[in-house]
């Protein structure tokens, strides 16, 4: 049975948590996009949503007053993709594209020079190759 407005049937596992961006308000059931390290804010029309916001700051109120970056607030977005570290090949930025690179390492998927098929999205960011990034899988 549904606890929130949110859930019907969540896999175990799908529960990530994030830092809400600065300057935003985040509200239970809202598509939320990455915008910084394991930072997200509310996704815009069209733009590619990692998940739904399902929960957020202990003692907030998630649904009137909202979970608030300049207060520091963090929230738990439901997304039913594996989260991993993966070996950078060079830079990637956070909420940027990956895609495989040479040498059993991922690279920023630019669709410039970088063309090949996306298979994950970078919730962190990669300076340098051999960096680590944390990604989900798509």
């Known amino acids: ?10 896999q175990a596992g799908a529960f990530h948590t994030f830092k809400v961006q600065a300057g935003e308000t985040l509200f ?9 390290d394991m930072t997200v804010g509310l996704a815009n029309a069209g733009e ?12 907030k109120d998630g649904v009137n007053e909202g979970y608030k970056g ?8 439901v997304m039913n993709k594996p989260v991993v570290y993966l070996t950078a090949g060079g830079a990637i ?7 495989v690179g040479a040498a059993g390492k991922f690279i920023h998927r630019d669709g410039t020079t970088n ?24």
């Open 1 to 10: 049975m549904a606890r929130n407005k949110v859930e019907y049937h969540i």
């Open 48 to 59: 590619e949503a990692i998940g739904i916001v399902y929960a957020g700051s202990v003692a």
């Open 93 to 99: 930025p956070a909420g940027g594209d990956i895609q």
């Open 70 to 77: 300049n207060d520091g607030d963090v929230v738990t977005v």
């Open 115 to 138: 063309t090949g098929a996306v298979i994950a999205k970078a919730l962190t960011t990669a300076s340098a190759d051999g960096d680590f990034v944390i990604a989900y899988l798509k």
């Open 28 to 36: 239970i059931g809202q598509p939320v996009a990455i915008r910084g």
